[in-house]
């Protein structure tokens, strides 16, 4: 069954946890192709946005994305658009809801999205 926009991706929230939902049907399509490719990689950075999707180290290639992308309007509130990428050059774009405690996913490609080229 395909997901739709707005769906929980993944798993349901554990206590305390921030809940991801996806914010269009292509990022939730994406997602779904995503966890079929690479699913240790997409489990990973599941538990990570869950905790704290703004948590970067020196090892992890995630970051706000920068100028009009650093932005996104999902559900009329302009929100921090972050990326992170997978191995092989797959990305996931999200949104971070502070007040809701909600990571919207907003893209999710197995390559190098254009915009950023």
Do not use: F
């Not at 650093?70 to 972050?82: A, C, I, P, S, Y």
């Amino acid at each position: 069954m395909p997901s739709k926009r707005g769906a929980q991706a993944l798993r349901p929230r554990k206590p305390g946890e921030w809940l991801i939902r996806h914010a269009s049907r292509e990022a939730a399509d994406g997602w779904t192709n995503l966890c079929a490719q690479q699913p240790g990689n997409i489990a990973t950075l599941y538990d990570r946005l869950a905790t704290d999707p703004r948590q970067v180290d020196n090892r992890d290639r995630q970051g706000l994305l920068k100028g009009g992308l650093g932005r996104v309007t999902v559900n009329g509130k302009v929100l921090e658009q972050w990326q992170y990428e997978i191995a092989g050059g797959g990305r996931v774009w999200y949104a971070v809801h502070d007040d809701d405690r909600v990571v919207w996913i907003t893209k999710a490609v197995a390559r190098h999205p254009n915009e950023t080229k």
